[in-house]
């Protein structure tokens, strides 16, 4: 059997669906994060719009803090990006299929991806 820890901000609402299956509700464990870090992008480009030019940036992602290491049975509900941090993670999973309320918030998702 798996065991599941949510390392995002947030707790997890999972919905049941049409199977039937009840919500279930993961709180957090803790907030994994990782650093990014803007960098010039290679070439001189840059983005006008109206009166007004920006540079184009490309990001590098770097370290990841605050998640645990990986353990027997055990997978880890994490953010997109900590998942895209971490290609060689095979217990990395991300909330996705979200459902959300007339307002458009996100009240909770289906199921879960690796990334």
């Keep these: 059997m798996v065991h599941l820890l949510n390392y995002t901000p947030h707790a997890v609402n999972v919905i049941g669906g049409d199977n039937g299956a009840p919500d279930h509700l993961i709180p957090s464990s803790g907030i994994a994060r990782v650093s990014v870090e803007e960098r ?5 480009i840059l983005w006008c719009g109206g009166d007004f030019c920006h540079d184009v940036k490309t990001e590098v992602m770097g370290d990841v803090e605050g998640l645990p290491e990986a353990a027997p049975d055990m997978w880890y509900i994490v953010s997109r990006i900590v998942a895209a941090a971490l ?6 999973i991300v909330p996705t299929g ?3 309320d007339d307002e458009g918030n996100i009240i909770g998702c289906t199921h879960f ?3």
């Design 113 to 115: 991806v690796k990334v």
């Design 87 to 92: 290609p060689g993670r095979s217990d990395l």
């Design 98 to 100: 979200f459902i959300r």
């Design 40 to 44: 010039p992008f290679p070439t001189d």
